[in-house]
């Protein structure tokens, strides 16, 4: 989660209540608000940012229009933390959706969970005019995040996230899960009186809910008596503890239940960062993180198998050690990672196909029963019935034991023949353990075994440069890979640059072979400007944008994706180009123009007569 804080927030926050929890609080969930604590104190700041978000809405293209004529990654906007989804009555499309933050004059002025939408599988992108407000009119948006989408069995795509506004008169500061679907493949989202999921008042004087944090969200696409049930998992802190609670929402309402069902242990001195699935049965599966004595960590699964309504008591995955947290290793570090945003990153996936009765659970740490002295690793614990009992974790980065390089933030996803794709950010060629790439692997026995792990980015991205400007942005908490019937597609945040300048890169990975078919990156910083006139008669023009100067490929192909006009030309030191396509003897209907370059590609549909 990303909030920005204002002075009117310290302000609203300084009473003796608040005070008390930074007092008496642990010392986890002390970094947790620091880590929330972004503050602008310049009232102007906040409404330029405000005014750029909406411009930017506003400019947003036609759906099929094909790459945003609008810079994303200029330092004005840069993105991380992404998730994603595909649609499963149409594998050409996906929707995704990082953290926007706004920098203005050095500072963050605003934040917001821009959705990006695509029907021809990344080869071009639209963002949707959507934007994630407070539903309370006039309340003050001081921050938020953490966007979550999932496609129900029928395409309709379901879209969450989390609100942190001041009220208009002042008086309380909310946290707020919001809730909104789309029919039409992530381009237009509808809102109703049923948006807010559900809430909590950060007020000092309200003891009730303190706050609400990191929902995910899941929804039954078995063939189940709970087909279309929509489930979210999310982290509450109260008076009385922190807890892991559910809402349901049954496929025959229109909003979701207002009773929450608590899924985590009780008694917890912490508890976070949820996760959850549904398997081909219909059995809904939760787990979290925490700990009783702040020293000693653990993951816990619980099952329901009654739609969401009850579940079984939470079981032990696994003990966990991570940096920060564990007593073994409190004092541990990734480095480049800032301590407010360590993360062990847990996230739970159900087997299907030959593999539904399994259960597989990912994080990132440092060892088990005790430190195994490799740096930070990428764990998975499997189960064989249905989360019941778990075996001894394994390792699934394949760099050598022994060397101290890091492997962090993992993502899981399995498609409907049971197999399993991993991915996470990965420093086994950088001897000073700094240089990260994104890593893919796969296993298409359950997880027994996997694959020789495999380099997905093209060129490594510095991590202690990626995190030390733009107010320490970082490259955020989580990542998101996708998985259908022929191929990988990974999101990840990319700091290639080294400047803290953050782009959202995507990849078609095939399945069968794990090449690397295309690998680009989300927003407009490699873009095909404009081409005109259009339709086009006698030749067309074409103004691209790169992010240097470098020598890069365009082609022409039919929606066969034949090659009819191919040229090589080379970007400017601005990284600006214009090239003329002659169009004679082409036949008349569309077409698509691709710009390959050395750091990815984009491309544009166009018309010509």
Same mark, same amino acid.
């Given at each position: 989660m990303r909030?920005?804080?204002?002075?009117?927030?310290?302000?609203?926050?300084?009473?003796?209540?608040f005070g008390?929890?930074?007092e008496?609080?642990?010392?986890? &969930? %002390?970094?947790?608000?620091n880590?929330?604590?972004?503050?602008?104190?310049?009232?102007?700041?906040?409404?330029?940012?405000?005014?750029?978000?909406r411009?930017?809405?506003?400019?947003s293209?036609p759906?099929?229009?094909?790459?945003?004529?609008?810079?994303?990654?200029?330092?004005l906007?840069?993105?991380?933390?992404?998730?994603a989804?595909v649609?499963?009555?149409?594998?050409?499309?996906?929707i995704?959706?990082?953290i926007r933050?706004?920098?203005?004059?050095?500072?963050?002025?605003g934040l917001?969970?821009?959705?990006?939408?695509?029907?021809?599988?990344?080869?071009?992108?639209?963002?949707?005019a959507?934007?994630?407000e407070?539903?309370?009119q006039d309340?003050?948006?001081v921050?938020?995040?953490?966007p979550?989408?999932?496609?129900?069995?029928?395409?309709?795509?379901?879209?969450?996230?989390l609100?942190?506004y001041?009220?208009?008169?002042?008086?309380?500061?909310?946290?707020?899960?919001?809730w909104?679907?789309?029919?039409?493949?992530?381009?237009?989202?509808?809102?109703?009186?049923?948006?807010?999921i559900t809430?909590?008042n950060?007020h000092?004087?309200?003891?009730?809910g303190?706050f609400?944090?990191?929902?995910?969200?899941a929804?039954?696409?078995s063939?189940?008596p709970y087909?279309g049930?929509?489930?979210?998992a999310?982290?509450?802190?109260?008076?009385h503890?922190?807890?892991?609670?559910?809402? %349901?929402?049954?496929?025959?309402?229109?909003?979701?239940e207002?009773?929450?069902?608590?899924?985590?242990?009780?008694?917890?001195?912490?508890?976070?960062f949820?996760?959850i699935?549904v398997?081909?049965?219909?059995g809904?599966?939760?787990?979290?993180?925490?700990?009783?004595?702040e020293?000693?960590?653990f993951?816990?699964?619980?099952?329901?198998?009654?739609?969401?309504?009850?579940?079984?008591?939470?079981?032990v995955?696994s003990?966990?050690?991570?940096p920060?947290y564990s007593?073994v290793?409190?004092?541990?570090?990734?480095?480049?990672i800032?301590?407010?945003?360590?993360?062990p990153c847990p996230?739970?996936?159900?087997?299907?196909?030959p593999?539904?009765?399994?259960?597989?659970?990912?994080?990132?740490?440092?060892g088990?029963?005790?430190?195994?002295?490799?740096?930070?690793?990428?764990?998975?614990?499997r189960?064989?019935?249905?989360?019941?009992?778990?075996?001894?974790p394994?390792?699934?980065?394949?760099?050598?034991?022994?060397?101290?390089?890091?492997?962090?933030?993992?993502s899981?996803?399995v498609?409907?023949?049971?197999?399993?794709a991993?991915?996470?950010?990965?420093?086994?060629?950088?001897?000073?353990?700094?240089?990260?790439?994104? &890593?893919?692997?796969?296993? %298409?026995d359950?997880?027994?075994?996997f694959?020789?792990n495999?380099?997905?980015?093209?060129?490594?991205?510095?991590?202690?440069?990626?995190?030390?400007?733009?107010?320490?942005f970082g490259?955020?908490?989580y990542?998101?890979?996708?998985?259908t019937?022929?191929?990988?597609?990974?999101?990840?945040?990319?700091?290639?640059?080294n400047?803290?300048?953050?782009?959202?890169?995507?990849?078609?990975i095939d399945?069968?072979?794990?090449?690397?078919?295309?690998?680009a990156?989300?927003n407009a910083?490699?873009?095909i400007?404009?081409?005109?006139?259009?339709?086009?008669r006698?030749?067309?023009?074409?103004?691209?944008?790169?992010?240097?100067?470098?020598?890069?490929?365009?082609?022409?192909t039919d929606?066969?994706?034949?090659v009819?006009?191919?040229?090589e030309?080379h970007a400017?030191?601005?990284?600006?180009?214009?090239?003329?396509?002659?169009?004679?003897?082409?036949?008349?209907?569309?077409?698509?123009?691709?710009l390959?370059?050395p750091?990815?590609s984009?491309? %544009?549909m166009?018309?010509l007569?």
């Amino acid at each position: 989660m990303r909030i920005a804080l204002y002075c009117v927030v310290m302000l609203l926050l300084s009473g003796p209540a608040f005070g008390q929890l930074q007092e008496t609080g642990s010392e986890a &969930y %002390r970094q947790m608000l620091n880590k929330h604590q972004r503050i602008s104190m310049d009232a102007d700041i906040r409404a330029k940012a405000s005014e750029m978000l909406r411009a930017r809405a506003e400019r947003s293209l036609p759906r099929g229009t094909g790459w945003l004529d609008y810079p994303v990654s200029d330092g004005l906007f840069i993105e991380s933390e992404i998730h994603a989804a595909v649609n499963p009555t149409d594998p050409d499309n996906y929707i995704v959706s990082p953290i926007r933050s706004v920098i203005v004059q050095g500072q963050t002025g605003g934040l917001s969970c821009p959705i990006y939408s695509t029907t021809d599988r990344g080869a071009s992108w639209s963002e949707s005019a959507f934007l994630t407000e407070p539903t309370e009119q006039d309340g003050i948006l001081v921050g938020g995040g953490d966007p979550v989408l999932a496609f129900d069995a029928d395409g309709t795509a379901h879209f969450t996230w989390l609100n942190f506004y001041i009220t208009a008169d002042f008086n309380a500061l909310i946290s707020e899960l919001c809730w909104v679907t789309s029919t039409d493949g992530g381009w237009t989202w509808t809102q109703t009186e049923h948006t807010r999921i559900t809430s909590a008042n950060m007020h000092p004087q309200d003891q009730t809910g303190r706050f609400v944090d990191k929902q995910w969200l899941a929804v039954d696409r078995s063939n189940s008596p709970y087909r279309g049930n929509i489930y979210v998992a999310f982290f509450r802190s109260a008076a009385h503890g922190p807890f892991i609670n559910l809402l %349901r929402k049954d496929a025959d309402k229109d909003a979701f239940e207002k009773i929450e069902i608590t899924v985590s242990p009780d008694s917890a001195a912490f508890m976070q960062f949820a996760s959850i699935d549904v398997d081909d049965m219909g059995g809904v599966h939760v787990t979290c993180f925490g700990s009783f004595d702040e020293k000693d960590y653990f993951i816990w699964h619980a099952r329901s198998t009654d739609g969401g309504k009850n579940f079984s008591p939470p079981a032990v995955v696994s003990p966990v050690i991570v940096p920060k947290y564990s007593r073994v290793d409190q004092f541990g570090e990734i480095r480049g990672i800032t301590q407010d945003r360590l993360y062990p990153c847990p996230h739970v996936a159900t087997g299907r196909g030959p593999h539904a009765s399994e259960v597989y659970v990912t994080w990132t740490g440092k060892g088990v029963h005790e430190v195994q002295g490799n740096g930070t690793d990428i764990y998975l614990a499997r189960s064989t019935d249905y989360g019941a009992t778990w075996a001894e974790p394994v390792i699934v980065n394949d760099d050598p034991a022994g060397l101290e390089r890091d492997q962090f933030y993992s993502s899981i996803a399995v498609n409907a023949a049971g197999t399993i794709a991993m991915t996470w950010y990965d420093r086994r060629e950088d001897e000073k353990n700094e240089s990260a790439r994104y &890593y893919v692997a796969v296993s %298409r026995d359950g997880g027994v075994r996997f694959t020789p792990n495999e380099a997905v980015a093209s060129v490594p991205m510095n991590m202690l440069m990626t995190t030390n400007a733009y107010l320490d942005f970082g490259i955020g908490e989580y990542t998101q890979v996708l998985i259908t019937d022929d191929e990988v597609i990974p999101f990840w945040t990319d700091g290639r640059k080294n400047n803290g300048d953050l782009i959202v890169y995507s990849a078609n990975i095939d399945l069968q072979t794990l090449d690397v078919r295309r690998h680009a990156p989300l927003n407009a910083d490699i873009a095909i400007v404009d081409a005109w006139p259009q339709p086009a008669r006698e030749g067309l023009q074409l103004r691209c944008r790169v992010p240097r100067a470098m020598d890069v490929r365009l082609q022409l192909t039919d929606l066969l994706g034949r090659v009819v006009r191919e040229a090589e030309a080379h970007a400017d030191d601005a990284g600006t180009l214009l090239h003329h396509f002659e169009t004679d003897g082409l036949a008349a209907g569309s077409y698509r123009v691709v710009l390959h370059t050395p750091d990815g590609s984009a491309s %544009r549909m166009l018309r010509l007569l």
